[in-house]
């Protein structure tokens, strides 16, 4: 495969991967700032949701406030913010038509009829939270139906590998943010841990990677940070966990370099990742911190997408 063709293939998943994260952090959002001010308290959900998507300090640039209004503008719809909805749709849709042989007519229609609709429905974008609302479930069901299609049709070669990889890098980048800015940014500094506000940023957080009902599943307990923590790290049934996006990553490596028949440093750096989350213990990443934890995290990743970048996409 041309490096051109897998790299086309890795930023379509990823950027159709980015719009479904950054849909959810908006629903979710938007769920937490519908609760009575006592429950909110002091802090800025929306804030929070710059954070969370790593778009704060060009947000400021633009704009004064994180208020609803200003942040749904900019992390939906924004020409000038090059990860919004819009532009990641926008993005998969030229990564696809560079690739159209590559994918099967399901992965195809469903791109392409997602950047006509947002053309011709969300040009203006939203301006009830009714319109938000339906704008979010079309931006998730793309993503779903993309993903879905991928599943059902491709053939397991390495289009399929270069796609997947793209996911699961981008999913686990999302995961590890999320979980960031709620242990070291979100919950104010005189909120203890198990308040009404610590409860409700703790659900919006397990709806933004679907994982409330996994949780209770799971531990069948009230919510605790710890296990949220442990169920987002280090639990590899979650398919968004960080444990499960790296052993997926790990197989997908190792299935490329199969096929053209040699090991190379993305798939060294990548198990050295999946080993330290294998080996690790809430216990330990506690004693170690949370931040610290995820913040090398965060890096480990980013440094593992430009080793694949420079082994196999240049």
């Known amino acids: 495969m041309l490096s051109r063709t897998a790299e086309n293939l890795y930023w379509l998943a990823r950027y159709v991967e980015r719009a479904e994260y950054l849909a959810r952090t908006i629903d979710a959002t938007l769920r937490v700032t519908a609760l009575p001010a006592a429950y909110i308290g002091k802090t800025n959900e929306w804030d929070s949701a710059l954070l969370t998507a790593g778009v704060a300090a060009s947000f400021y640039q633009a704009y004064e406030e994180a208020n609803e209004h200003n942040v749904v503008e900019y992390l939906s719809f924004s020409p000038n913010n090059p990860s919004s909805i819009r532009n990641c749709i926008e993005a998969a849709r030229l990564n696809s038509r560079s690739v159209r042989t590559a994918l099967t007519s399901e992965m195809w229609d469903t791109i392409n009829s997602a950047w006509i609709e947002l053309q011709a429905v969300w040009s203006k974008g939203t301006s009830t939270r009714e319109d938000l609302a339906k704008f979010l479930r079309f931006v998730q069901e793309t993503s779903l139906r993309f993903d879905g299609s991928a599943y059902r049709t491709m053939l397991r070669n390495d289009a399929y590998w270069f796609s997947r990889m793209g996911v699961h890098l981008e999913r686990a980048d999302n995961t590890a943010r999320i979980l960031d800015v709620k242990y070291h940014v979100l919950l104010p500094e005189e909120e203890h841990v198990g308040g009404p506000l610590d409860f409700y940023q703790w659900s919006s957080i397990l709806r933004s990677v679907s994982a409330l009902t996994a949780y209770h599943w799971v531990y069948r307990e009230t919510l605790k940070p710890w296990l949220i923590a442990d169920l ?7 398919p ?3 444990a499960s996006c790296y052993g997926n990553l790990v197989r997908n490596l190792d299935q490329i370099g199969v096929a053209y028949g040699r090991q190379g440093p993305a798939q060294r750096h990548a198990r050295g990742i999946r080993n330290r989350l294998e080996h690790s ?4 990443i506690f004693q170690h911190g949370v931040h610290e934890f995820i913040q090398e995290f965060i890096a480990d990743n980013s440094r593992l997408g430009e080793i694949i970048t420079k082994q196999y996409l240049i």
Do not use: K
């Open 240 to 242: 968004r966990s960080l």
């Open 281 to 284: 213990n809430m216990n330990d």
């Open 232 to 238: 987002l790290i280090l639990n590899d049934t979650l």
